[in-house]
Structures are given as C-alpha cells and as structure tokens.
C-alpha cells in the first residue's frame, strides 16, 4: 500500500525558512509525479509545486523563487524547502502524487508564519 507521511511543519518568524518532508513507502519517490499542496484557513487546497518523472520542476506565482522541491530517491523522500517566509504561508502542508496517481490524503503538517 502506497503511503506518503508528511512531517517538519512548526511555527517560524516572517523571512524564515523550513524544510518539509514527504516520506514515500510503497513505492518509489519517482516512479509517479508528485507536488505539495497547502491549505490555508477558509481557502481551497492549491498546489504550490510539482516535480516530474524526470525530476523537472514547476512553481505556483506566489511561491516561485521561494519554494523548491526536490527529491532523494535513496531516502525515498520528497522535500520542500521554504525560505523567506511570509504570513500568508501560513497553512497546512500536503504532499501527493499527482494527476492519475493521487493517494489518499494523509493529515499534512501546519506551518504557522508569526511576524
């Protein structure tokens, strides 16, 4: 069974930076497309970034030049660093596979942005 467990959310100051983690168990971290996703109080779940198959990586506006994403295949593991915080990051964090290939929604991990 394909599980994907999020951790590394906590509470940081505006300009701050966090690493999430994504630990994959089931299969492979890269044998499917995956993002993460966050969810804001009274907002929609949006997707924030995405990496490919091939390890190409895609951005939403708010986020670019902030977030990247990326991946160890030997940790199984996806990852999303977050720097230069700001307030309205704040929101629990998702991971997933994308498209054809979206799992179950696990709890996801809040990250809270104080100023």
């Known amino acids: 069974q394909v599980q994907l467990v999020e951790s590394g959310g906590g509470l940081v100051q505006v300009g701050g930076s966090l690493r999430r983690s994504c630990v994959v168990s089931?299969?492979?971290?890269?044998?499917?497309?995956m993002g993460w996703f966050r969810q804001a109080p009274g907002n929609q779940r949006e997707l924030v970034a995405t990496?490919?198959?091939?390890?190409?990586?895609n951005y939403a506006d708010s986020v670019k030049d902030r977030f990247i994403i990326s991946r160890d295949n030997a940790e199984n593991t996806a990852y999303l660093q977050i720097n230069s915080l700001k307030l309205e990051d704040t929101a629990i964090y998702y991971c997933?596979?994308?498209?054809?290939?979206?799992?179950?929604w696990g709890q996801g991990t809040q990250v809270t942005v104080s100023s």
């Open positions: 997933n596979f994308l498209g054809n290939f979206l799992r179950s």
């Open positions: 089931g299969t492979i971290v890269s044998t499917y497309p």
């Open positions: 990496i490919t198959t091939r390890g190409g990586t």
